[in-house]
Every structure is written in structure tokens, then in C-alpha cells.
């Protein structure tokens, strides 16, 4: 049985933590209740992922995620026939299983599967919701909390890794960017049990780094990577030494531009 919509205002403590910065949750909810699917555009690290989480939990349902990359195929994501104890079997994939059971189906980075596996979305997207599985002959129909969530970083766009309009146009879209400052804080703090005083100085630092994006830098810090230096920081680690490694390292192989993030590390904490 769904849970009312009561229910579902106020987290439990098992839910993963996720800091709501608009009415992206209401809206998760109102797109699950209809049955329509869903497309999250963001820059990486900036909580696409938790969020998800964190909804499939408050609903109540199953979760299951795929990470996309240029070799993923439709297959699987739907299943295949294995040799299991001297027979073949058909074994369902994380798409199939998540229509059998009414789950939640979450492709991460979604442009960079092969283009197959959009085809096969295509079908679920539209009043139809239905998955064929051509192998075993089946027509499965998508009960009504069946979801399908999908997600991309714009940054990374080009003309050979994008969605087409056809398909970007079968899903109900959010837009999702670093937290404001004041509320990017309270999660590092939150995530990692450093104290504010000193995540503001991280957020503030991260907030002038990401003023090169585009320039220097092809990404700007991420969210997760706040988490990960206060979380060095909160276990000993000298706070230069643990920006060095989540702050610095991680943006750039570039000896200059580490250099100038170097600087701007040492101007803010000396």
C-alpha cells in the first residue's frame, strides 16, 4: 500500500540524509504519483545521487541504480540468458526487476550508455509504460510505482554525448546546482561532524573556486568533496594537507592551475 502523503512529509531516521534547497521532493513525490518519468541536470557531486536515495527510501520503494558508461547495453540493463548449474536461465536486469516489483530505476549519467539503451527507455516513457524483453517473448506492463529516474551533467555535453530532443522530451526535468552557501554548510557539517565555523570556511573556499569554472577548471568543486576534506579535517588531518587531497589533486592535472588552487587554499586558511 502507498503511504499518504502525510507519511511521506517527514522523513525517518533511516532515510538518507538529503537537504532539500526547493520543492525538488514535492515534486519527485507528484512525478511518482502519476507515473511520469524523471531527468535530474547537474553538475557532478552536487547531490543528484543522494537525493534519489533519499526519495526511493521516503516512498518506499526498491532502488535500483546504474551507473552508465560507453559499454553499457541494453541487455543490460534488461537481462540475459546465463549458464547457471548446467541450464540457461534468464536472469532479469536492474531495469526489468525494478518494473517487476514497482521500483525505482535511477540511470547515473544516462548520455553515456550507447544509444540502444535509450531506445529501450522509450516504450516506459509514454502512456504505454511497458518494457518488452524480445529474448523471452514478454510484455511487461509497469505497475503504477514503477519510476524511472534518469541524470546527466550538462558541463559535459558534446555533440556526440547529449539526449536527443525525442527523448529529453519524454521526461519531466529538474535542474539541480550546488546548494546556497548557508544550507551547503549545515550538510558538510551534518555529513562529516565538523563544526560550522569551520565548513564555512570550506564553503566559502568553495564558492571562489568555482568561480573558474569554465576557465581554469572544467568542473568546480563538488559538494562531496567539501565533505571529504571536513571529514579529514574532523579526524586529525592537517587542514592544508586535507585540502591538498580533495580540493587541489582532484580538480586538475594541470601544474599551474593546481598551483593557483594551491593559493587560493593557503590565502584562506593560512
Known sequence: MPRSAEALATPSRDTPYYEPVGGECRLFEHAHQHGLPLLLKGPTG???TRFVSHMATRLGRPLYTVACHDDLTAADLTG?????????RWVDGPLTRAVREGG?????EVVEARKDVTVVLHPLTDDRRVLPLERTGE?????KDFMLVVSYNPGYQNILKTLKPSTRQRFM?????????ETEVAIVSRESGL????????????????????QDLEEGVSTRLLVYCAS???????ILEAAHCTL??????????????AEAVHATFG
Open 232 to 238: 579529514l579535517i574532523r579526524s586529525g588531518v592537517p
Open 80 to 88: 540475459r540468458y546465463l549458464l547457471q548449474g548446467g541450464e540457461t
Open 104 to 108: 525505482i530505476c535511477y540511470l547515473d
Open 195 to 214: 563544526d560550522r565555523d569551520r565548513c564555512l570556511a570550506l564553503v566559502n573556499l568553495a564558492v571562489r573556486l568555482r568561480a573558474l569554472k569554465g
Open 173 to 181: 526535468a529538474l535542474s539541480f546546482d550546488f546548494p546556497p552557501p
Open 248 to 261: 587541489v589533486e582532484p580538480l586538475s592535472d594541470d601544474e599551474d592551475v593546481k598551483a593557483g588552487l
Open 46 to 48: 552536487c547531490g543528484k
Open 139 to 143: 510484455l511487461l506492463q509497469a505497475p
